[in-house]
């Protein structure tokens, strides 16, 4: 898919809250909304090169957008939180997701049980309800995409709900898209959310299939590239 423009380059500087990030932009100082609410310790240091969209209302309070950041091994990463969504949308209409080849997408944006998940896809009379999770953390010296890097009370809801779908007739999945392209695997952070790790190897024990797909993202588009392994342990 299209990056939409213009994107500005600038350096990052502070992190006054979870949504508010601060960014030298041609000399001057300027705020920008910062899409995702994870930690991002590992990627937003001291002089990081980032890019920001300026903003299409000119009323909204921070007049930019942080999109993509420089990882310290030089990758180029997304940390806008609704992109893996469009991806994973195009990616099915495409059939570039082996496992999923065969399933339409009924809705997006389904509620069942106490959640409302990605996607409901269909096959005949067959429903699969799909969470897609965005990750950017990684391990680099062992390659290792991990999630979350912040405590998710709701995306071990998440696993528990789709594991409780699998009773009522569903067939269910979650979906890591790494929003990088440096990783060799996906792993549960349990150091970081031990519940979050013990709800995904619940899920994938109760029959939740759990997929991960890297992405190629630059400055002009992000497409889904291949599979990668998970691993709960």
């Known amino acids: 898919m299209r990056i939409p423009g213009p994107l500005l380059e600038g350096r990052f500087i502070s992190r006054p809250n979870r949504f508010l990030a601060v960014v030298e932009l041609d000399g001057r ?4 909304h910062l899409p995702d609410p994870g930690r ?10 980032v890019w920001v969209r300026p903003a299409a209302s000119e009323g909204r309070k921070t007049r930019f957008t942080l999109a993509f ?5 030089r990758e180029l990463v997304s940390v ?14 495409d059939r570039q997701i082996g496992e ?13 049980g106490g959640s409302r998940f990605d996607f409901l896809l269909k096959r005949g009379e067959r429903r699969l309800l799909l969470e897609v999770k965005s990750v950017t953390l990684l391990d680099e010296q062992g390659g290792r995409a991990l999630f979350p890097d912040a405590v998710t009370v709701r995306g071990a809801r998440h696993l528990r709900e789709l594991a409780e779908a699998l009773t009522a007739g569903f067939e269910s999945a979650v979906l890591f898209v790494v929003q990088r392209g440096d990783a060799k695997s996906v792993t549960a952070a349990r150091a970081i959310d031990p519940n979050f790790a013990a709800a995904l190897e619940a899920a994938q024990a109760a029959g939740v299939l ?9 400055l002009s588009e992000a497409v889904i590239t291949e599979p990668i392994p998970v691993r709960t342990a």
């Open 210 to 218: 759990l997929l991960a797909y890297r992405s190629r993202v630059s």
């Open 69 to 73: 950041l420089e990882a310290p091994t």
């Open 80 to 93: 806008v939180t609704t992109l893996p969504n469009e991806l994973v949308a195009e990616a099915l209409h």
């Open 40 to 49: 991002l310790e590992e990627l937003l240091l001291p002089s990081t090169r």
């Open 100 to 112: 999923l080849a065969e399933w339409d997408i009924a809705a997006r944006e389904h509620r069942w």
């Open 29 to 32: 100082e300027v705020e920008a």
